[in-house]
């Protein structure tokens, strides 16, 4: 009953065997490198690397992707692998050069990551490597021994997650932006049926709607983990955040879209015919994410743009313009504007050209640049005071030197286990960090009791060999299963199956065991709370803030320029850009992290997507009016200044609550266009229908603005929406 019990609550926690499987493959692999090495070479150094070398790249790396792409990652990562042991082996002649090393490999290895995910799941790896090579015993003429152990580790591993029991294919990025891209391309076209027929079909529209909303919703980098998230550098992945972000907006423009339909069917209507062109647009350049699927084609989105801009500034019989229609039309080309954004992305992220691309210069600038070039410019964007990135990778590099130092000055025979400990406690936050020493500690306690009545029951070598796979498996599966807890403590077993049969050293070895990962636990809380102990949070509040000013600078400074009394905001967008770098990495590292109950929580979702509308709104709207479009109409002019100051405004105040948690001040609510029009409808007459064109276009981005910003507040009752 014990047993059923044990292997059901082991199947509740692994459902798809992922665990099992990965288990059964690190084991399979250990087991052949280490016998092979200690019993058929009879090589204890080729042992000691081949087994470590196994353990560091199948369970410390968090590789993405199907197997096919994981052994690649390993096979390709082996001259990093090479280089880093190389160099262990020859600072191994003194502590401080040793602890030295340390510094420079902790650092580089862990804020490398900020320009490819894919080095974020091999950064615990690289540094086990260095570790394990940097402690004496000083043997320089043991090194080709040292990197063919690790050498036939990494190749028979990378084999066995193709040849054995390879993994299902995880959910892609890409499959989800497909997924997401479907879900908006019905809502289109439900948004093209309640303009050309409001009656028809209602009743199925709000669950299409919902569906959308939630097929969206999984596109935010922080929910998805970092091997997944397209967080690189790289062009393609640039493309995918671009085409996110596109679809979001195009799915916010389809939603004001179907709210303003008109009670009556206009089967005439402009804004219909350029939304059936979205709709196949958006849901061709989804499918074209998929391998093997051509790029999406632009050409017939690009005809219905133009036919509806020829269309756009349209006059009632007595020679008024039709305001109305002009507030559709004109949030219907917003809207292919941002189709168009998404189609341009997924022709990049599809490895295409970006076709067309010259209608946006800026969005797509990166197109044209080297990856060398792209990675520059995402390192140097987080060299940054406030960058997550840069606070883990120092206090990662420092608490290791420091755990280094401590472990040659002691003479620690095992001194490896400090610094591994060391780098299994220490998390970004405090707060993590005190929650991994936790079952850190009271795992190796329990595992070092065993493990000493184990060795003074056994002194036989041969039965620690016939044990070990069995170790291995619960080392790495069952321990990895049941909890933090539990995997310390059956991998402080697996050590001592291990060392009793490469130096056999009685009780004494888990002696040694327990002293130093009670020094690396101690190393790692002091670094936790020593250096940026608020974590990510802090960052995150910081960067924030800072983002969401810009947003209201650049908003203002849009509307300044469409009015003629500034330049193009390029400086202000660009400012905008560079933020939003550093957002993006603090929030990624934000939702790995626990979270102070005591402090105000954010909606950070829609606090940051306040900020995400600014950036591709004002480069769709001053595409199409261009700085001065409104000068010379000072009605006009008053408005739309009243309508960014108190956008500013609410974006100042958002960035003041982020920041410190104060409460913010009113949010302007978005009024109807038709309404806000009406203000200077007197004046209608006076002006040609192309200046009352650019008017509804840029007061239709100011309202999104306010709609994005009441998602966070709601507007008090009886104030419209």
Do not use: K
């Not at 008024?320 to 992305?345: E, K, N, Y």
């Not at 590099?397 to 060391?422: K, N």
């Not at 619960?474 to 001592?496: C, D, E, H, K, S």
């Amino acid at each position: 009953m014990l047993a059923t019990s044990l292997l059901g609550r082991l199947r509740r926690r692994d459902p798809g065997d992922a665990v099992l499987r990965r288990a059964v493959r690190l084991t399979l692999v250990a087991s052949v490198v280490f016998y092979a090495c200690r019993y058929g070479a009879g090589s204890q150094v080729l042992a000691t690397y081949g087994l470590f070398g196994t353990i560091a790249a199948g369970s410390f790396a968090q590789l993405p992707g199907p197997a096919p792409q994981r052994a690649r990652i390993l096979v390709t990562a082996l001259p990093a692998v090479w280089a880093l042991i190389a160099a262990g082996t020859l600072l191994a002649w003194s502590t401080w050069a040793a602890a030295g090393g340390m510094l420079v490999v902790g650092f580089v290895v862990s804020f490398a990551g900020v320009g490819n995910p894919r080095l974020v799941g091999l950064a615990s790896a690289f540094q086990l490597f260095y570790i394990l090579a940097s402690f004496p015993p000083y043997q320089p003429d043991t090194l080709p021994q040292r990197l063919g152990g690790v050498t036939l580790a990494v190749v028979l591993l990378a084999a066995a997650e193709v040849l054995l029991w390879p993994d299902p294919v995880p959910v892609t990025y890409r499959q989800l932006l497909t997924r997401a891209a479907d879900g908006v391309a019905v809502f289109l076209d439900d948004a093209t049926d309640a303009l050309t027929d409001p009656h028809a079909g209602h009743g199925g529209r709000d669950s299409r709607r919902a569906q959308a909303y939630d097929l969206a919703a999984p596109l935010g980098l922080g929910r998805n983990p970092p091997e997944r998230a397209p967080t690189a550098a790289g062009a393609q992945d640039r493309a995918l955040r671009i085409s996110a972000a596109a679809l979001r907006e195009v799915l916010a423009e389809a939603d004001r879209l179907a709210a303003d339909a008109p009670p009556e069917p206009i089967p005439d209507l402009a804004a219909a015919r350029l939304l059936r062109a979205c709709a196949e647009t958006t849901r061709a350049g989804g499918r074209s994410l998929s391998p093997g699927v051509a790029p999406v084609d632009l050409e017939s989105l690009d005809a219905a743009i133009r036919t509806a801009e020829a269309a756009y500034p349209v006059e009632r019989s007595g020679g008024t313009p039709d305001v109305p229609r002009m507030c559709r039309d004109a949030t219907a080309l917003a809207l292919a504007d941002q189709v168009r954004v998404f189609a341009v992305g997924a022709r990049v992220a599809a490895g295409a050209r970006p076709a067309g691309g010259e209608a946006y210069p800026r969005l797509f600038e990166y197109a044209r640049h080297s990856p060398w070039t792209l990675y520059w410019r995402q390192f140097r964007a987080h060299l940054a005071p406030r960058s997550a990135h840069l606070h883990s990778a120092l206090r990662l590099a420092v608490a290791l030197s420091v755990a280094r130092v401590a472990a040659g000055v002691l003479q620690l025979h095992h001194g490896f286990w400090v610094l591994l400990t060391t780098l299994t406690v220490l998390r970004t936050s405090a707060a993590d960090t005190r929650t991994a020493l936790r079952p850190a500690v009271l795992g190796t306690i329990a595992g070092v009791v065993v493990s000493g009545l184990l060795v003074l029951l056994i002194e036989e070598p041969i039965v620690y060999a016939v044990v070990l796979p069995v170790t291995l498996l619960l080392a790495f599966g069952v321990g990895r299963l049941l909890g933090p807890v539990w995997q310390q403590a059956l991998f402080t077993l697996l050590l001592t199956v291990v060392f009793s049969q490469l130096s056999p050293e009685g009780w004494r070895l888990a002696e040694a065991r327990l002293v130093d990962v009670g020094l690396g636990a101690v190393v790692g809380v002091l670094a936790g709370v020593a250096m940026w102990p608020r974590g990510a949070s802090h960052d995150l509040r910081h960067n924030a803030a800072r983002y969401l000013t810009a947003s209201g600078d650049a908003v203002a400074q849009t509307v300044e320029a469409v009015l003629g009394d500034a330049p193009p905001p390029e400086d202000d967008l660009d400012r905008v850009r560079r933020r939003m770098v550093l957002v993006d990495s603090s929030y990624c590292q934000y939702h790995s992290e626990r979270h102070d109950p005591r402090r105000g929580r954010v909606d950070w979702d829609a606090a940051l997507g306040a900020g995400q509308h600014v950036v591709p709104g004002a480069e769709s709207l001053l595409r199409r009016n261009p700085p001065g479009c409104l000068a010379g109409w000072p009605a006009a002019a008053v408005l739309l200044r009243d309508a960014a100051g108190q956008l500013r405004t609410a974006y100042d105040e958002l960035a003041g609550e982020v920041a410190h948690g104060r409460t913010s001040g009113p949010v302007p609510a978005p009024a109807d266009c038709v309404d806000e029009v009406d203000r200077v409808r007197p004046l209608l007459g006076t002006v040609d229908t192309a200046a009352v064109r650019h008017l509804v276009e840029v007061d239709r981005w100011l309202a999104g603005l306010a709609d994005s910003l009441n998602r966070i507040h709601p507007p008090a009752a009886g104030r419209r929406r």
